[in-house]
């Protein structure tokens, strides 16, 4: 391969997909938009919408600086409105976004508030809601008073203070009947004092204005022992029900006190029994509820009579149930996080529902759980249909897999975090599998030749395989590899397919107890489907080969060598024999040494026979197979290597390190072509994709970052620019020959080409023969720059500021200047002034790079360069006064020395006149007089 072609598979540059998986959900309180678009979850003290079907960031809230307590969502605008309440107790408004942006991007616009209340309560506010015409807001805070406030206006209409603890739940009852003129308008409120009261929002007494602060409610709802986290109340208002953490929901009929519904006692001479709100229904639901709901009549459920009243819970035990609410029956249960089995959860960790949110446009339940997982659940197949991690915790090690043999590009991706399950993300949906088995920590992943078969090493000290269901969306367990004394750090399975087609023949695992073990992967079939229970490998070699722990391993393409890397600083080669009987063992053939800190990452080249390794001491080095030497030292880190990885047929390294960089690297000349930048924190992960045209970083700032190869694109779009600054300039050339030069002038401006337009300026003014009456010498200049629109005006003056400041191009300047004053009005020019600023966001260059990319340090300054540069030149934000205190000091300047000049040219014509016939030249004639006599 010659020099250019090689030239020509190099890449250039990578850009990150906004398709990344990132935090978004941290624990908090969570809404979905009446559409089921939008997804509005809580990252302390910021709030994320997320497009639901796509899984892309829409827009952010940065709040005030403190946590967001609560939520709730408004349809009284268009678009709808997020209201939020803060740990200071302000409640802001946002307005959201109407549609989703064309172009995603990694960064989504921050929202700006409408309004604000500060103050809104004294003590901080727990819960809020808006009443379902969209008029009201309830919030209540943890000394107990609930406000309702007009949304429209911003003000109190109402304050309750009957509550003896904090307000735990709120709900307001508008019944909606038929026909019928509303009658009630009623709030239902819950407490930690276990009671639920209802309060007439009708009643005059309630309001702020005129009424009294101690308001009784209209109705006291006793039945709980403890918190109340839920209420809920069917559309004709006949129905409530309650829910708390004293594992009982109870079901209320809020009508049994109308006369309709009154029974008359016997002998009472037809007197009305008023018995107030009556419990109907007591459902003892196993569990602490920590919400629930009810769902529209016309919802079918799987297993449920129709036209039945149903509502849902959620609680501690992780599971979301739905129950028939008159009968106090059971219909249908939805298993929380897919892929956990129950009893293998430990006491310590929380999976318990916090929230349950019903989708009516796709008859969905989402159940919120404690550890930041979101699950859809079908309503109609009471099974989970979509899941999402809100919050991955740092994360250690990505892999990408293939879920049938025939993918042509990668379906899934494996992610390692600070847990004992494994993740499994799809690459198309981002909906996720979790894999459970392991006893604690998963520190790594490796996986077979055909991406099938996933390798993860653990901290319980044991190493599991993992092959793809008969189904293709998760993984199951095939083989548990036990032997280990201490936490599995690295795993290696063998890279080349036995004769059958079957992957991982026998796999390395390297521990902390300083040994590195070969386990026998023959037993297993190639046919998984036929495994019921996992295989116990046995392991044929062990040997103690390092005197620290043991960061990283490699296998050679060809199965023959074996490479680790240590804390002991040392990178070293095992040759590896290996029957297909079963029989294999492995030795040492060499060690490298150069590193001055651990070794963190190694990796074999797929082309030739070199190892590279990266380290604690930010360097990445290569060793030759052959004699262990040191081939090449890269150095450009400004901290731990941590992963690395080859490219180009290996012609290129990709590394990640705890600088938070992603680095793109060129062999031959020892240069880092790229930077790639779009991580907080240390980059622990690396994979590259089959094709090489997907990079994924990963680290402890919980976001995996896929990064797309854009060389071809940048490439084109480098020569579409190249084309267009060729045929500008022709085109510019052109106008002056033609002496067009209104064309040529507005061509220059648009371009950003001062130096073009000085020298048109300057060959124009200089011309010979200046047009009568014009002030430039040229008429057409005159009326170009008279009819200059605003924007081109500003470029202009700006040119004009930066030509002043050179004695050189002064004289131009000048004449310029004293053409836009002469042809320009003074309000002329302040109106291009005010015009430019309103639009300054839009005119000015962008400081940061959209699709999160940096460049090299030599990059990273001509980047600087070219940005300033543009800034001076081009409409960036600047008032009246930027301009004259750029222009007068230099004028100023200018005209001192045109009047020194003058004063100094008076002597030189009284030197000249000296000489021509003054008191000099007659000094020489009497002296030439006495040489003749």
Same mark, same amino acid.
């Given at each position: ?40 979850s809580?990252?302390?003290?910021? !709030? ?84 379902p ?37 709120? &709900? ?5 009947i ?67 953490r ?25 007197k009305?029994?008023a ?15 920590? #919400? ?26 992780g599971?979301?149930?739905? @129950? ?22 430990d ?11 019903y ?26 249909? &979509? ?18 043999p025939?993918s042509?590009?990668?379906?899934h ?44 090493g #653990? ?57 590195i ?20 490998? &046995?392991?044929?070699s ?6 620290k ?20 600083k ?7 024999d ?21 070794? @963190? ?11 590279? #390794? ?35 047929h ?56 896929? @990064? ?90 700006k040119?004009?500021?930066? @030509? ?97 000049? !003058? ?31």
């Open positions: 391969m010659n020099g250019s072609s090689s030239r020509k598979t190099l890449k250039t540059s990578f850009r990150a997909s906004p398709r990344s998986i990132r935090p978004i959900y941290t624990g908090g309180p969570v809404l979905l938009s009446k559409d089921g678009q939008w997804l509005i809580t990252m302390g003290e910021e !709030v994320l919408v997320t497009e639901v079907k796509t899984g892309l960031p829409i827009a952010r809230v940065r709040g005030d600086s403190t946590p967001i307590s609560s939520l709730a969502l408004s349809y009284h605008t268009e678009p709808p409105t997020l209201i939020t309440a803060h740990m200071s107790m302000t409640i802001r408004y946002y307005p959201l976004p109407e549609f989703a942006p064309l172009v995603p991007s990694t960064k989504p616009p921050l929202l700006s508030y409408t309004r604000a209340l500060p103050r809104a309560h004294s003590a901080p506010i727990l819960v809020s809601t808006v009443s015409d969209s008029t009201l807001l309830a919030t209540g805070s943890s000394d107990g008073i609930v406000k309702v406030w007009d949304l429209a206006g911003g003000y109190v209409t109402h304050m309750f203070r009957g509550h003896g603890g904090p307000v735990s739940s709120l &709900r307001f009852n508008f019944p909606d038929a026909g019928e003129e509303r009658r009630r308008m009623e709030l239902l409120t819950g407490s930690t004092d276990s009671r639920v009261r209802l309060y007439d929002l009708r009643d005059a007494s309630a309001r702020v204005v005129g009424g009294g602060n101690a308001v009784k409610p209209k109705a006291v709802l006793e039945g709980h022992v403890s918190v109340v986290r839920g209420i809920d109340v069917t559309p004709d208002g006949r129905w409530a029900v309650t829910g708390g004293d594992k009982v929901v109870l079901v209320w009929d809020l009508l049994s006190d109308d006369v309709s519904s009154q029974s008359t006692k016997k002998g009472g001479k037809g009305a029994a018995t107030g709100p009556k419990l109907v229904q007591t459902i003892i639901a196993g569990e602490q509820i920590e #919400s629930l709901g009810l769902l529209p009549k016309d919802e079918r459920v799987s297993g449920s009579e129709p036209g039945r009243l149903l509502c849902f819970t959620g609680g501690d035990k599971a979301v149930r739905i @129950w028939d609410a008159l009968k106090g029956k059971e219909v249908g249960v939805m298993h929380g996080v897919e892929g956990v089995d129950e009893a293998e959860v006491e310590d960790e929380q999976r318990g529902v916090v929230n349950v949110l989708d009516i446009t796709s008859s969905t339940l989402l159940s919120i759980h404690a550890d930041q997982n979101i699950v859809f659940h079908s309503l109609s197949t009471l099974q989970p249909s &979509r899941q999402i991690v809100g919050f991955n915790d740092e994360i250690v090690d990505v892999a990408y897999l293939n879920s049938t025939s042509s590009s990668h379906t991706l494996a992610v390692a975090t600070n847990s004992n399950l494994v993740r499994i993300y799809s690459t198309s949906t981002f909906d996720v599998r979790l894999l459970s088995g392991h006893k604690d920590m998963v520190l790594c992943l490796d996986k077979s030749p055909d991406n099938r078969w996933l390798v993860t #653990s901290k319980d000290h044991t190493a599991r395989v993992w092959a793809p269901t008969v189904e293709g969306d998760t993984w199951r367990c095939i083989a548990i590899c036990e032997g280990h004394a201490e936490s599995i750090g690295a795993v290696a399975l063998s890279r080349k397919l036995d004769d059958k087609g079957k992957a991982g023949r026998f796999l390395f695992t390297a521990s902390q107890d300083r040994t073990k070969m386990w026998d992967l023959t037993s297993l079939p190639l046919d998984t489907s036929t495994i019921s229970e996992p295989i116990r490998p &046995r392991s044929i062990t040997l103690r080969v390092h005197e722990d043991i960061n990283s391993l490699d296998l050679a393409p060809n199965d023959k060598f074996l490479a680790s890397g240590s804390q002991d040392l990178v070293k080669i095992f040759q590896v290996f029957d297909p009987s079963g029989t294999g063992a492995f030795k040492s053939m060499g060690t490298c040494k150069g590193h001055r800190r651990g070794v @963190w990452s190694v990796k074999f080249s797929r082309t030739d026979r070199i190892v590279a #390794s990266g380290a604690a001491d930010r360097t990445v080095r290569l060793w030759s197979l052959d004699d262990f030497s040191c081939l090449k030292t890269f150095e450009g880190h400004t901290n731990s290597v941590l992963r690395v990885d080859f490219l180009s290996g012609m290129q390294l990709v590394t990640s390190a705890s600088d938070g960089l992603v680095k793109l690297w060129n062999i031959k000349d020892e240069e880092c072509v790229k930077t790639l930048d779009n991580h907080e924190d240390k980059i622990w992960a690396l994979a590259v994709s089959s094709d090489e045209k997907t990079i994924v970083s990963a680290g402890a700032d919980s976001v995996a970052t896929f @990064w797309e190869d854009s060389t071809e694109v940048e490439q084109a779009e480098k020569n579409e620019a190249l084309v267009k600054a060729v045929q500008s300039e022709q085109d510019f050339t052109n106008y002056v020959a033609l002496k067009d030069y209104r064309r040529a002038i507005l061509l220059a401006l648009s371009m950003s080409q001062p130096g073009r337009l000085l020298h048109l300026f300057s060959t124009v003014i200089q011309s010979p023969t200046p047009a009568p009456g014009s002030i430039t010498v040229s008429t057409e200049i005159d009326e170009v720059l008279r009819t200059l629109s605003g924007l081109d005006l500003i470029r202009l003056l040119f004009v500021r930066d @030509w002043n400041v050179s004695a050189r191009t002064s004289p131009v300047a000048q004449v310029i200047l004293n053409a836009i004053l002469r042809l320009r009005s003074a309000e002329e020019i302040l109106n291009a002034f005010d015009s430019v600023g309103k639009v300054s966001k839009i005119a000015q260059p962008d400081e940061e790079d959209e699709d999160g990319e940096e460049r090299t340090d030599a990059e990273k300054d001509k980047e600087t360069e070219r940005k300033n540069k543009r800034q001076k030149s081009i409409a960036a934000p600047i008032s009246i006064k930027d301009l004259l205190e750029g222009l007068i000091p230099y004028s100023e300047r200018h005209f001192t020395r045109v009047d020194k000049l !003058v004063q100094e040219s008076y002597m030189l014509d009284y030197v000249l006149g000296e000489m021509d016939g003054g008191l000099f030249g007659g000094e020489v004639m009497e002296l030439d007089g006495d040489k003749e006599r």
